[in-house]
């Protein structure tokens, strides 16, 4: 129990002072007579206070006296400790860091000697230093013993200052190659005949093959294997058997648990094929795997391979084999993305409660340092052998002095780095115990804040020095490739080392940019001279690069940047917007390199670029038919003539477009790494939905300036338009023409031939102004679907339809008229004109036999007429087997046989139909569902070639890249189109024979 303030003892003031939390706990221990030395000599309290955890350094000393096995042992640690200044601050540093090795001082009460040397050769020992510490280990056990007995030392000298963290790492990995060689011994000496058999070299790999290993890690190895008899007697299958043997002998040696616990688990899962491929290999078999099928992940790995043990000559041979190959790598297609992926796919699979808690693989963390050091090295490498190192930190000062990397930006890196693994490693060192997370309990906290110098308030400032250099390396992350290539072009730090255009060159190709040349001179224009928007230039393009660099068109989206910036360069707030919005640069980069469409509606119209910059997205949001609908008719009022608010309209309707189709890629571009937007049949709602209500206002803003223009304010007939097909079904996509009827009915005191005559020119006027030659995109009229198609009228009266519909309508004008809608004009006439055809699209007695085979024929001629010579039905989004056509028949033929009685059938909307009709139970869930997805994703493969390619198409793009850009926008990642166009066929067969079932099958049910 603690003493009351006013009665504590001296001794409790003292511990107090020199940092112990528990100094009641502490003075208790030091009550008895053995440890009067510690409790009266000064140097000793001042030597625990100055430990990272004083309490816990005293409390491993009283355990480690007490294991002395007799008097004058306990004695000797304590005079030596009293006398000797080095192994009082070893030890005691240890004691105080490392819970763990206090256990095994405990255990073994004489290891304490190991630390009593302080000769030069002892800061730094090696390999053969470290052999010779285990060389009485003639079994599995005392190696454990003697591995931590060198353990020991490695952790004095760390927890002292002796050594920095990149020798600590170093010395670490030297010890693993000792204990290799150590394990592969004993392995030989269990079984000698397998040993004469094979020749087996142990390639290290990650950080152990990097020399920056941790205090407990994996031991990454590969193993080659060869027979031990050169020519036609030597038996090779056999060989490596026995080289099998032996390797998974020192596999188990280390990683096996006995009394004195595990060293570490050795990991052979970098080989070929991983946990599927052979454990051993030869040196031929290891060579066909790389060059025929390895991935850029693995070439990744092999920059840190380095032969530790075993037979030397074949680790050589191994290694100038592989390298060659290691330093192409960066030649394959796809290479950088490839490498970004892998490291978003890391990132994606940590745990979310870890995230926030990771050093090694979070964002900021030291993976995205190590990720972005051994791209630049696989990409510069080839021509550049100075950057071939495994190790981090040697490979980014390698990369600074030849211009690769800023210098002041590798600085940064650098010291980021050695105290993120300096806190990787004291975290570890506690327990020896594999983990990269930092603890949230403050005693923890605290011992590792102190550990690493900082004592005042070691828990606050460890948590921010954490986040300070974990947020520099976020930062740095994308800086570090792409800022070099702003000062290749800028020129603005004389005497400073920079890319030269050859390096450039290679860094822009490497990104996958088509035209380095080209990229070169954008950049310059953007980023050279000392003007304010320079200046924000370069501090936005190297985040910028990297999300052109991300997408299918890095090309295509730095020429767009250049030429908004040329357009909105003066524009005060454009840059501050882009600079200061966090999203707006981002959804800026994706719009302007993810196809044609999105970038040419907004270099007409540059100033758009503000609807990016909402933080919370809502500048993306739909607008909603009733506004869009109130600002193009007060955009008509203000205008002069009918041309000119026509022009007005359409303007409205450039930018509305833009603002569906930048939410669309933004919310697109998210499906590959899980976005919130990321719902396809939510987006394909939005956009259908959107585009039909800025269509539907569109229109009745022409009318609007149509009728003013010739008649006033009245027409002499009331006049209504009706969507039909996708229009009518909100369904709309980017290149959809609008399907439309033309109703009136004249008012009273005009005449029939006044009124139709005034119904026609309205048509033909909003036909012939909605085509005038505009850089904005055309909305075209089709009224096809009209009774009697393009012979009959293009307007009639209600009476005229009725008298029609009473008469002479057939099979497909009620399917057409299953998705009419009153869109625009008179209301009144057009719910008039929709309790008209309701009886005519959902019949009260369905469908007979006779019209269903009308159905299916008409489907049929269809398909053969209108399917485009050469195409491929299977990709065909719209007539293609288990396409749109498939589905929306299926639906409409439901709606058709049963709308009459399931008021759910009764919509427009296709998806809202087949919902219906699976609620009714006349459709099952699972074929409901294979139909949605079939019809969400064809619909989707049409918007994104029309985003992509800015014309309309119905099947996926020849070329190569627009065809990636389509994968992009469907959440394919680079080299996955093939992946993409088999699940479109996947997905569409599905869908195929649930059509057979229910549209061909219907008659018979």
């Known amino acids: 129990m603690t003493a009351a303030p006013g009665r504590r003892s001296s001794t409790f003031t003292r511990l107090l002072r020199h940092g112990f939390t528990d100094p009641s706990a502490a003075e208790r221990l030091l009550e008895s007579a053995e440890l009067t030395p510690v409790r009266t000599d000064p140097v000793l309290l001042d030597a625990l206070g100055a430990t990272a955890d004083p309490d816990l350094a005293l409390h491993g000393l009283v355990r480690l006296l007490e294991a002395q096995p007799d008097p004058t042992a306990r004695r000797e640690l304590l005079d030596t400790l009293i006398a000797a200044k080095p192994l009082r601050d070893r030890l005691l540093g240890v004691l105080g860091a490392s819970a763990a090795l206090a256990d095994h001082l405990a255990r073994h009460p004489g290891d304490w000697r190991a630390l009593v040397t302080y000769e030069p050769h002892d800061l730094h020992p090696g390999v053969a230093e470290f052999e010779r510490g285990l060389a009485g280990a ?122 004195e616990g595990s060293i570490w688990p050795v990991d052979a899962n970098l080989r070929p094929e991983g946990r599927n491929g052979p454990l051993v290999r030869t040196l031929s078999s290891h060579l066909a795997y790389y060059q025929r099928w390895a991935k850029t992940w693995e070439f990744q790995a092999l920059l840190k391979a380095r032969p530790v043990a075993g037979d030397p000559e074949l680790g050589e041979e191994y290694l100038a084999a592989v390298g060659p190959l290691v330093w192409q790598a960066a030649e394959r297609e796809n290479f950088v993305a490839d490498v970004q992926k892998m490291r978003r796919r890391v990132v994606e699979n940590i745990p979310a409660a870890e995230v926030d808690r990771q050093l090694k693989l979070g964002p900021g963390g030291l993976r995205d340092v190590e990720f972005a050091v051994q791209l630049l ?63 949230e309990d403050e005693a923890d906290l605290r011992r590792v804040g102190r550990s690493l110098g900082l004592r005042t308030d070691p828990v ?182 009918a041309a000119q608010a026509v022009r007005a309209a359409r303007g409205v309707r450039r930018r509305e ?37 800025l269509t539907a206002a569109t229109l009745a803003g022409t009318l609007r300036a149509v009728v003013r223009d010739t008649w006033g304010d009245t027409l002499p007939t009331r006049f209504a338009i009706i969507g039909m097909g996708r229009f009518g079904g ?54 096809d679907l009209r009774p009697e198609g393009r012979s009959g009228p293009l307007v009639r009266t209600l009476k005229s339809y009725e008298a029609y519909y009473r008469r002479w309508s057939l099979v497909w004008e009620s399917h057409a008229l299953l998705r009419a809608e009153f869109v625009a004009g008179d209301e009144d006439l057009g719910r008039r004109f929709i309790e008209l055809i309701d009886p005519l699209r959902y019949p009260a007695d369905g469908l007979g036999d006779d019209a269903v085979r009308e159905i299916r024929r008409l489907k049929a001629r269809m398909e053969s007429e209108r399917l485009p010579r050469g195409a491929d039905p299977r990709l065909h989004t719209k007539l ?91 959440g394919y990642g680079p080299g996955h189109a093939g992946d993409m166009l088999d699940a479109y066929r996947r997905t569409t067969r599905r869908a195929r024979a649930v059509v057979e079932e229910l549209f061909y099958g219907a008659a018979e049910r």
Not at 402 to 419: I, P, Q, S, T
Not at 425 to 434: E, K
Not at 661 to 690: K, N
Not at 747 to 764: F, L, S
């Open 138 to 259: 003639d079994d599995p056990v005392s190696l454990r013993v003697a591995y931590r007995r060198c353990l020991l030392s490695i952790a004095a000298r760390d927890v002292c200052g002796t050594t920095d963290v990149a020798q600590t790492a170093a010395e670490l990995a030297d010890l693993a190659t000792a204990t290799l060689r150590a394990a592969l011994r004993l392995a030989e000496a269990a079984a000698p005949e397998d040993a004469a058999r094979c020749r087996l070299a142990v390639i290290a790999m990650g950080k152990c093959g990097g020399h920056e290993l941790n205090y407990v890690s994996d031991v990454d190895v590969i193993f080659v294997g060869e027979s031990a008899e050169d020519g036609a007697g030597a038996d090779e299958s056999e060989a490596l058997r026995a080289a099998t043997r032996l390797a998974s002998h020192l596999m188990r040696i280390c990683s096996e648990t006995t009394v």
């Open 377 to 439: 090295q696989l990409v510069h490498g080839r021509a550049d052998a100075s950057l071939r190192s495994g190790t981090t930190l040697d490979a980014l000062e390698a990369l600074a002095a030849g211009g690769y990397v800023g210098r002041a930006d590798a600085a940064r890196l650098d010291e980021a780095y050695r105290f993120l693994r300096s806190m990787e490693h004291r975290i570890q060192l506690f327990r020896l115990r594999r983990t990269h997370l930092v603890p």
């Open 460 to 641: 606050a400032g460890l948590v921010r020095e954490w986040r300070r250099h974990a947020t520099a390396v976020r930062r740095l992350h994308e800086k570090l490739f792409y800022r070099p290539l702003l000062d290749a072009v800028a020129q603005l730090a004389p005497g400073e080392a920079r890319l030269s255009p050859e390096a450039a060159r290679e860094r822009l190709v490497a990104l996958g940019y088509a035209d380095p040349a080209a990229a070169l001179r954008h950049l310059e224009a953007l980023a050279s001279g000392v003007s304010r928007k320079a200046a924000i230039q370069r501090t936005l393009l190297p985040v910028l690069l990297g999300w052109f660099a991300d997408s299918a068109d890095p090309d295509a989206g730095l020429l767009n940047f250049r030429k908004v910036s040329d357009a909105l360069g003066k524009t005060p707030w454009y840059l501050r917007l882009l600079r200061d919005e966090g999203a707006a640069a981002e959804n800026l980069a994706r719009v302007l390199s993810a196809g044609r469409l999105a970038p040419d509606l907004l270099l007409r119209a540059p100033e758009a670029v503000a609807l990016l910059g909402d933080g919370d997205g809502g500048g993306l949001a739909p607008r909603g038919r009733a506004p869009l609908e109130q600002e193009i008719l007060a955009a008509v009022g203000r205008a002069d003539d």
């Open 657 to 693: 477009l833009f603002r569906t189709a930048a939410a669309d890629i933004i919310g697109s571009y998210g499906t590959e790494t899980h976005s919130a937007e990321a719902d396809p049949g939510a987006l394909v709602d939005r956009v259908g939905g959107a585009i039909s209500d």
């Open 730 to 783: 909100h369904e709309l996509g980017y290149g959809s023409d609008a399907d439309v009827i033309f109703v009136h009915e004249p008012r009273e005191g005009a005449g029939e031939r006044e009124a139709a005559d005034a119904a026609n020119r309205v048509v033909a006027e909003m036909r012939r102004l909605l085509q005038l030659p505009s850089s904005d995109p055309p909305l075209l009229i089709d009224a």
């Open 880 to 970: 293609g087997p288990g396409g749109l056509s498939d589905v929306e028949w299926t639906v409409q033929l439901m709606q058709l046989r049963h709308g009459a009685a399931e008021p759910g059938l009764r919509t427009t909307r296709t998806r809202e139909a087949l919902a219906a009709a699976r609620a009714a139970g006349l459709v099952g869930e699972e074929d409901a569902a294979i139909l949605d997805e079939a019809w969400v994703l064809a619909t989707r493969v049409r918007n994104a070639v029309m985003l992509v390619r800015g014309r309309a198409g119905d099947t996926f793009p020849p070329d190569g890249r627009e065809l990636a850009a389509v994968g992009r926008y469907l």
